[in-house]
Structures are given as C-alpha cells and as structure tokens.
C-alpha cells in the first residue's frame, strides 16, 4: 500500500532527498527549492539552509537522515522561540475574534468553542459581528455544533459593543467560564473598524480583562492574508494567531514565516473542515509532521 502523505509534508521531494546516500550540491538545491514551495519565503529559505550548512560542515556529517534530523531541530528551535500558551485563567476569560472576512473566522470560533468544551469547560459565544446579516446565524449554527451558548443581538444592526457587553454579562451571571466574542471583518474604512474594535474593548473592560485577542489567517491566501489583516495586527491589540484552513492545499512553511513575519505567536490551527479540526499549536509535533 502506498504511504499515505500528511497534508502538512513538505512532500515527495524533500522525501525523495532524505532517501539518497549522501550531502551534495543537489541536496542543497532540492532543500531550498522544497521550502520556496512550501511558503516559507525567500528570506526564511536562505537563513535555514545557511544555518543548516553550517551545522553539516560543523559535524562532518554526510548523511542525509543527518540533515533531516538538524532540519527538524531547527525548524522546531525557530518555532519555539514564541509561546503558544493560550492565557484562559480568568472568570470569565474573554477572547475577541478578529481578522478579515473570509478568513474562516465563524467555523474557527464554532471550532475553538468545541476545542474548549472537549476540555471540560463552558462557553458562549457573543454575535458582535452585527454588519453582515447572515453573521448570526451562522455563528448560532456553529456555536451550537461547538456545545456553545450564545448572545444574540436584541435588534437589528445592534451596536456592537453593546451585544459585547451582554455576553460578558452573560457569562459573568451564569458562571461560564469562557466567553468569545465574534466581531466585525470589514466596514468601510479602516479606522471606523478599529474604532469599532476600540469601542468594544472599553466596554468589555469595565467589566473585566480581555484574556486574548486571537487574529484569524487563512494559510491558503500565504503572506497577502499578513497584508491584508496589517490593520488588525497594528491596532488590535492581537495576543495571538489561529492560522485556518492548514489542509492539503495549503503550505505549512506559512506558519514559521507569520510567526516571525508578526512577532505573533500561533496559538491554535485549523486543519480541516470538521467541527474537531482545530489543535493548540505545539511546535515539536507541528515539525514532525511537516517534515515526516
């Protein structure tokens, strides 16, 4: 039976090098053209593969198993160098949800409402995206596959803020521990969203800290979704990345590259369609699926 290939792999080339007899020069060029195809970027390709001629040279070492054990040390090294640690320690803890829309940012929060449940804790999720129409319900069909609660605009078009503030209170009065608030991906310039965003902030603090602030990218849009959410990045007041839609299609080198694009640490990963297809984010295991 043929192996099956992981939908993270940086595939049958990278393979198909670790299988030869020894180091040479096409070794190299094979390296930096996998991670080239993988997003990892021109600039994050270079530093990698000079730093793995480095250690080669360093140990003497001609053999490819070799290279793609310091391949994995490395990757996982650079991964690491941010904490992935999701802060939810508060009662209740308070997540915002933001980034652009079409990014996934609805099933991400059904998904992470779900991920939290399966650990035993209780949710509710606030529909503060109040400019789309079709953005409630399709939050509430979510939240409910995910086992959530959720607080609804009283009216329609409700201010958003307003709907933050009922679900904080929501939470507070029935004891749930986790609340997540929905908000809005676009309006019709920039600062009137983070305006927006800014507005529910206060509101939410009077009543107790925001506990993250999790950034939604799609991994198929690459480093045009980074451009995209600048805004977001610059002014939200972000704690953390979810990177969406890290499936067969996708590149995995995408996620060291925002990483160390933004600062921002990935703290949770979508790789699928289902309800379940959402993990925390653990470099070592994140690696060794990547390179096999």
Known sequence: MAERSNPWSLGGALRGMFSRKTIDDSTWQDLED???????????????????????DRFKTTD????????RETLEERLAKYDSTLHLTARPAVVLVVGVNG???????GKFARFLVGHGRTVVVGAADTFRAAAVEQL?????????????????????????????????????????IDTAG?????????????????????????????????ATTGQNG???????????????????????????G???????????????????EGIGDLT???????VQQLVG
């Open 226 to 252: 980074v451009a995209q959410a600048e805004a977001f990045i610059q002014h939200a007041g972000v704690t953390g990345l979810v990177i969406s839609k890290l499936d067969g299609s996708a590149k995995g």
């Open 64 to 71: 490819p198993e070799d290279l793609r054990r310091m391949l």
């Open 254 to 272: 995408f996620v060291l590259a925002v990483q160390e694009r933004t600062g921002i640490p990935i703290k949770l990963v979508g790789q699928g």
């Open 140 to 180: 509430a069909t979510w939240a409910e596959r995910g086992g959530a609660s959720i607080v609804r605009p009283q009216v329609e078009r409700q201010d958003p803020a307003s709907v933050a503030f009922q679900t904080v209170e929501n939470a507070i009065n029935n004891s749930i521990e986790i609340c997540i």
């Open 186 to 218: 676009r309006l019709q310039t920039k600062s009137g969203l983070m305006d927006e965003l800014g507005k529910i902030r206060r509101v939410i603090e009077k009543q107790t800290e925001i506990a993250e602030v999790l950034l939604v990218l799609d």
């Open 280 to 286: 925390g984010f653990t470099p070592h295991v994140f």
């Open 34 to 56: 996998a991670l080239i195809v993988a997003d990892f970027g021109p600039d994050i390709t270079e530093s990698v593969v000079a730093e793995l001629r480095a250690s080669v």
């Open 103 to 109: 990014v996934g940012k609805t099933t991400t929060i």
